[in-house]
């Protein structure tokens, strides 16, 4: 089945202490994307990748990384996070970049405390 | 600055009515346009899309929307509504300055009262 697929689905820690969000997708894809959800904020981008060591910032890049190493794989890195990044993040894939319909990851909700 | 805007926050509606969901937009140049949709606790789902051409798109479930150059819009209607409608709607556009990014607005929920 294709699919995106992220880990861990939830996910509660605390500040500091560095977590990855998986992200990967069985299409060969090209372009891969991470957004954030806030309420009343809608959707914002924070990274995306238009192929494998491709990488450039979305519009809220700031306090994470990000690798694409492998075309299939697109990790999410918080070094030091923050109460401020407690958000539901989605990871996205196209077969390449804009106008391609995106298919989206069933999200992670992360709280930092 | 490009941008998108919907500006209701929520949108009711009767089962059998017609619905509309308001999109418009910053950018420059020609826009690509989509709508998504997210039902509760899953991930965003493509409905359509206005790349070039025929201002009227047709999409997913029964949805349709149309681009308007001259208003900056793309709003999203149905002729229909079912309960089964009721979701977050996102519209989206590609940022025209360069980059391969997308921009988002902060949605709208559709409320469809049986």
């Known amino acids: 089945e294709a699919q995106v697929t992220q880990n861990p689905r939830y996910l509660i820690t605390v500040t500091g202490k560095k977590l990855t969000v998986t992200c990967s997708q069985n299409m060969n894809h090209e372009y891969m994307s991470w957004y954030r959800q806030d309420p009343g904020l809608g959707l914002r981008q924070i990274y995306y990748?238009?192929?494998?060591?491709?990488?450039d910032k979305g519009d809220v890049p700031e306090g994470y990384k990000v690798s694409r190493k492998e075309k299939r794989n697109f990790p999410l890195i918080l070094e030091s996070p923050s109460p401020n990044q407690t958000s539901l993040y989605f990871c996205a894939s196209s077969l390449q970049g804009p106008p391609d319909t995106q298919y989206f990851g069933p999200g992670t909700r992360l709280t930092v405390l | 600055a490009q941008s998108v805007a919907q500006p209701e926050d929520q949108v009711n509606v009767a089962e059998g009515n017609p619905l509309t969901v308001k999109c418009t937009y910053s950018?420059?140049?020609?826009?690509?346009l989509f709508w998504y949709v997210q039902y509760p606790n899953r991930g965003l789902q493509f409905l359509l899309k206005y790349i070039t051409g025929d201002n009227l798109v047709k999409g997913s479930y029964g949805f349709e929307a149309e681009f308007n150059k001259s208003q900056t819009s793309f709003h999203l209607k149905k002729p229909s509504a079912l309960v089964s409608d009721s979701a977050l709607y996102f519209c989206a556009v590609r940022d025209t300055g360069g980059t391969y990014k997308y921009i988002f607005g902060t949605g709208t929920r559709l409320k469809v009262l049986a």
């Open positions: 990748s238009m192929n494998v060591e491709a990488t």
């Open positions: 950018v420059s140049g020609n826009p690509y």
